[in-house]
Antibody
Framework: EIQLQESGPGLVKPSQSLSLTCSVT?????????WSWIRKFPGNKMEWMGY???????NYNPSLKSRISITRDTSKNQFFLQLNSVTTEDTATYYC??????????WGQGASVTVSS | DIQMTQSPASLSASLGETVTIECRAS??????LAWYQQKPGKSPQLLIY???SLHTGVPSRFSGSGSGTQYSLKINSLQSEDVASYFC?????????FGSGTKLEIK
């Protein structure tokens, strides 16, 4: 069974960078699938942010393209989200998810991130 | 981006009832649609993909249908454990986009 777990700071100051880690167990991220980041805003709107594929290629939501980077550490079976120049509008719960055929069929528990000074 | 309009925003129904949630896409998404369930305090779980295919382990009282721009999720014989929020997601085109969610409660 694939399991994912997000980790990272729960509080980030405006204009700084948000960095989150997704640790994957039960599957090697270079073996297949895409590995996505999704966020859910207060008020329940959900936004797909992007993914890194098993081969290392990336695909980002154009609304974030200038601020987002998704990378990975294959030795630790982890992938990462970095979102630059955050504002209070980036306050959300961030989820990582295993993505097969563009469908998110295993999700982490979520990491709540607040952007505030 | 493809806009997904989901309705209703909230729904209250009795145990044993049948409920239907709708999603309308701003253009044809050719059955590239998934439904997710998110129980309070939990992460989303995949229910349906390709508009009408039941994900492994999902009870058969859940079903999806639709085509073109109109899709629906039906829950037969509502159970107490179905209290949750439900979201649709289109994956026909990038960027993937979600509906605004439906909160389902038991009367």
């Amino acid at each position: 069974e694939i399991q994912l777990q997000e980790s990272g700071p729960g509080l980030v100051k405006p204009s700084q960078s948000l960095s989150l880690t997704c640790s994957v167990t039960g599957y090697t991220i270079t073996s297949g699938y895409d590995w996505s980041w999704i966020r859910k805003f207060p008020g329940n709107k959900m936004e797909w942010m992007g993914y890194i594929s098993y081969s290392g290629s990336t695909n980002y939501n154009p609304s974030l393209k200038s601020r987002i980077s998704i990378t990975r550490d294959t030795s630790k079976n982890q992938f990462f989200l970095q979102l630059n120049s955050v504002t209070t509008e980036d306050t959300a719960t961030y989820y990582c998810a295993e993505t097969e055929g563009d469908v998110m069929d295993a999700w982490g528990q979520g990491a709540s991130v607040t952007v505030s000074s | 981006d493809i806009q997904m309009t989901q309705s209703p925003a909230s729904l209250s129904a009795s145990l044993g009832e049948t409920v239907t949630i709708e999603c309308r896409a701003s253009e044809d998404i050719y059955n590239g649609l998934a439904w997710y369930q998110q129980k309070p305090g939990k992460s989303p779980q995949l229910l349906i993909y390709n508009a009408n295919s039941l994900h492994t382990g999902v009870p058969s009282r859940f079903s999806g249908s639709g085509s073109g721009t109109q899709y629906s999720l039906k829950i037969n014989s509502l159970q107490s454990e179905d209290v949750a929020s439900y979201f649709c997601q289109q994956y026909y085109n990038y960027p993937f986009t979600f509906g605004s969610g439906t909160k389902l409660e038991i009367k």
